[in-house]
């Protein structure tokens, strides 16, 4: 058992190596869209599927609440939350519409959606991408693999950080450090040391 928990740690280990190596400047340039964002009154909106629903409320929930020190709240929703929300669309129209609905009602132009999909490809998360290309909502796409449907989707203005693996536990993983920098970036930008 213990060497299966040691190439579990190691596997993780090393995706985060070959992603610090390749992600910086997108994992940057993403930050600053986010504060441009805030510093403008938007907000931000996440979303995902499973897993990466999970990923999208965690950042939200450390944007409204506090990440590692004390600030004020910062605006962000996840549209991930609402079960009567999400079943009423899933219901009386399509899963694939659970997000792109909620950004049509609630984003507004200038905001930004963080989107979470290990494979690209999910179908909530495109049309959610489509949705906010419509309302003029720029996206920070978290993807893995080879990007799938989502890499081609994304305009010049939206910025694709994908994780150089293959297994969808190890891109997870990833995407929760990633998460993590850009709540540290975007306090060290608001609020300083």
């Keep these: 058992m213990q060497d299966r928990i040691n190439q579990h740690f190691n596997a993780s280990i090393e995706t985060k190596q070959a992603a610090a190596a390749l992600l910086g400047p997108d994992i940057s340039t993403a930050a600053q ?25 965690h950042f939200s929930s450390e944007l409204l609440n506090r990440f590692e020190r004390e600030r004020p709240p910062l605006p962000a929703i996840a549209l991930t939350t609402d079960s009567s ?65 989502v ?7 939206d910025i694709e950080i994908r994780v150089p693996s293959q297994s969808t536990a190890r891109i997870q993983e990833t995407h929760l450090l990633i998460t993590h920098c850009l709540c540290d970036l975007i306090d060290h930008q608001l609020f300083g040391d």
């Design 85 to 149: 929300t999400l079943t009423s669309i899933a219901n009386d129209y399509h899963y694939n519409q659970v997000f792109a609905k909620q950004l049509r009602a609630l984003g507004q132009s200038g905001d930004i959606l963080v989107a979470y999909t290990t494979s690209g490809n999910s179908e909530s998360i495109i049309y959610a991408i489509n949705a906010a290309h419509d309302k003029k909502i720029t996206t920070i796409a978290l993807t893995g693999k080879e990007g799938g449907a």
């Design 33 to 57: 869209l986010l504060v441009t964002a805030l510093l403008e009154g938007k907000k931000i909106l996440t979303c995902g599927n499973g897993g990466s629903a999970a990923d999208a409320q």
């Design 151 to 157: 890499s081609d989707l994304l305009l010049a203005s």
